[in-house]
């Protein structure tokens, strides 16, 4: 799991959308493996964070996982909520989730931002509207890390390479794994 959220991870927030020291990052399904690795990979990074997921239970799982701010969807308004934590707009979001909160995510963007297209655990395939794009004058970024490691398998030896130099440096702190019996 660790290599898979991970490399989704960096390759997603620093090869395709460039994530500087200071931006804000709204992480949807932030709770799951690949948000948790995103929040962790942000704030590594330098970003401030806000985690968005769907219970109380799981956005206490972001904070304790270094997320500075968080939304519950199933209760508050994303796009309301997250331009008022972030000042106005974040400047990317990270969509791992698609369906019905694709367009407020958008709708919370910053001029400028970076959304970055995760994947549809949702299942619903979102269609965002390109008016929304346009005034927004932001980036929509397809990120497929699986299609990039057999078009560039060196790059993502180095990908792999840096993220053992977080992990081994402290920088990040993924989760210990751990085994359970069938029953559980």
């Given at each position: 799991?660790?290599v898979?959220?991970?490399?989704?991870?960096l390759?997603?927030?620093?090869?395709r959308?460039?994530?500087?020291?200071?931006?804000t990052l709204?992480v949807l399904?932030?709770?799951?493996g690949?948000?948790?690795a995103a929040i962790?990979?942000?704030k590594a990074?330098?970003?401030?964070?806000?985690?968005?997921?769907?219970?109380?239970?799981?956005?206490?799982?972001?904070?304790e996982?270094?997320?500075?701010?968080?939304?519950?969807?199933?209760?508050?308004?994303l796009?309301v909520r997250a331009k008022e934590l972030?000042g106005?707009?974040?400047d990317?979001v990270y969509?791992?989730?698609?369906g019905d909160?694709?367009?407020?995510?958008?709708?919370?963007?910053a001029?400028?931002?970076r959304?970055?297209?995760?994947?549809?655990?949702?299942g619903?395939?979102?269609?965002l509207?390109a008016?929304?794009?346009?005034l927004k004058?932001?980036?929509?970024v397809?990120?497929?890390?699986?299609?990039?490691?057999r078009?560039?398998p060196?790059?993502?030896?180095?990908l792999?390479?840096?993220?053992?130099?977080?992990?081994?440096?402290?920088?990040?702190a993924?989760?210990?794994?751990a085994?359970?019996?069938l029953?559980?």
């Open positions: 799991c660790f898979q959220s991970y490399c989704t991870g390759f997603a927030l620093d090869r959308a460039g994530l500087q020291s200071g931006e709204l399904g932030a709770a799951g690949v948000g948790l962790d990979l942000a990074m330098g970003a401030r964070v806000i985690a968005a997921a769907s219970s109380q239970e799981k956005l206490a799982l972001c904070r996982r270094g997320a500075d701010e968080t939304i519950d969807y199933s209760r508050e308004d796009k972030s106005g707009g974040v990317m969509d791992p989730v698609g909160y694709a367009e407020p995510a958008l709708r919370a963007c001029p400028g931002a959304y970055l297209v995760i994947g549809f655990a949702a619903d395939i979102p269609r509207r008016n929304l794009i346009l004058s932001c980036q929509v397809g990120v497929d890390w699986g299609g990039w490691t078009r560039e060196a790059g993502n030896q180095q792999l390479a840096e993220l053992a130099e977080m992990v081994a440096s402290g920088r990040l993924p989760r210990t794994p085994a359970f019996p029953e559980q």
